[in-house]
């Protein structure tokens, strides 16, 4: 199999389907008939994050049994793997949430730690999840930072200032725990806080208690737009022509679990005002394409949003190497105005100075 013919491959083995589904029975017709070179997909749902969840998804369609031996061992072990680091991370954010609970805050749980204590996961295997990211009220952030200081939790990296500045505050790490706590007090970076504005995201939030711990949750329509802002816009994956697989299979849960409370038109209206309609709906059209999810209803995917796909498609088929190229070449693009831009020279190299000192701060000499 070519580059595209492995991203489309693991992509029909991670879209949900019941196991006497004709999109099942295609897959399985495949398995047995095509000799999978079964290396290059794995390291690429590894490079995707998505190895546990490929895992998962065989098994729910009645294909596991079907992988070669060593396949299946090394899915398993994964799979078994990430049930435990899942398992402690829940039991870490217990032990944060109870500490903050007792300051009077209720922390806001985001991304992967909102979807692991609401049970959007169907499998705690289903996502590998990096760090764990909270909100707390901006007025409150230091007294949160000194309670997990004195609870042995100490900053990953130096350079305060570039701190002070972010939306969140330094990742914190604690030698007996798995993961790095990242408290936010902002959502998103200054530049897309008119999609998420973070005083709408506290007022929407759900109170919810979930293993004695007082917590707040994202709006579904909320949980959604930080998905697509965050990956999407944040991370350049729709300038750049790429795709998170985690991400979109993060949309994908959080779409099956929520689109009854969603007003999708409300939603894409309120994108659409904001320049973002587009990018929005080539994201829905990625999960649809790719995982089998339908776009909303009434929502409809431009020819724009089309293009977006065909170029991820195109894209997928290069080597890694012309893939940079052509990220860069999209940056060089906005070249010629960025020069013309008094403001852009020292907002550069604040940029610049930032990146530098958070680089020395974790490779000190």
């Known amino acids: 199999m070519n580059r595209l013919q492995m991203f489309q491959f693991l992509c029909q083995c991670l879209a949900p389907a019941a196991p006497d589904s004709a999109a099942t029975q295609r897959l399985a017709q495949r398995l047995a008939q095509e000799p999978i070179t079964w290396g290059p997909v794995i390291y690429l749902a590894n490079a995707h994050l998505v190895a546990p969840t490929l895992g998962y998804a ?8 079907r992988l070669p031996p060593e396949v299946q061992d090394y899915l398993t072990t994964l799979r078994a793997l990430t049930r435990q680091r899942n398992q402690r991370l829940r039991q870490q954010l217990v032990t944060v949430g109870a500490e903050l609970n007792a300051l009077g805050v209720e922390p806001l749980l985001l991304k992967g730690a909102a979807g692991l204590l609401r049970g959007l996961y169907p499998d705690a295997t289903v996502r590998l999840i990096n760090d764990l990211d909270l909100a707390v009220p901006a007025e409150r952030l230091d007294a949160c930072l000194a309670a997990l200081t ?11 200032a570039f701190w002070q500045q972010h939306r969140h505050a330094p990742p914190l790490d604690h ?3 798995p993961a790095l706590v990242e408290l936010h007090r902002d959502l998103v970076g200054l530049r897309y806080r008119s999609l998420l504005d973070t005083a709408e995201f506290w007022r929407a939030a759900r109170p919810v208690t979930v293993d004695g711990v007082a917590w707040r949750l994202p709006s579904p329509a909320h949980g959604v737009l930080h998905n697509f802002v965050h990956t999407q816009l944040k991370d350049h994956n729709y300038r750049y022509g790429c795709v998170q697989l985690r991400q979109l299979y993060e949309l994908l849960l959080l779409r099956q679990a929520d689109d009854a409370q969603l007003d999708w038109p409300v939603l894409l209206a309120t994108v659409d005002s904001q320049g973002a309609g587009t990018a929005l709906r080539a994201y829905l059209l990625l999960a649809e394409k ?4 339908p776009l909303p209803p009434g929502a409809k995917a431009p020819l724009t949003a089309y293009r977006a796909y065909y170029r991820l498609l195109l894209q997928t088929c290069l080597p890694p190497t012309a893939t940079w190229f052509i990220c860069h070449a999209t940056r060089l ?4 105005l960025r020069l013309v831009t008094p ?3 020292p907002a550069k190299y604040r940029a ?3 990146r530098w000192r958070r680089e020395a701060s974790a490779n000190p000499p």
């Open 352 to 354: 610049l100075t930032r």
């Open 150 to 160: 004195a609870m042995g939790y100490r900053p990953r990296y130096a350079a305060e």
């Open 343 to 345: 403001s852009w020279y």
């Open 175 to 177: 030698p007996d725990w």
């Open 333 to 336: 693009r906005d070249l010629p």
């Open 290 to 293: 790719l995982l089998g999810q």
């Open 58 to 65: 065989l098994a729910q369609k009645g294909l596991f049994d």
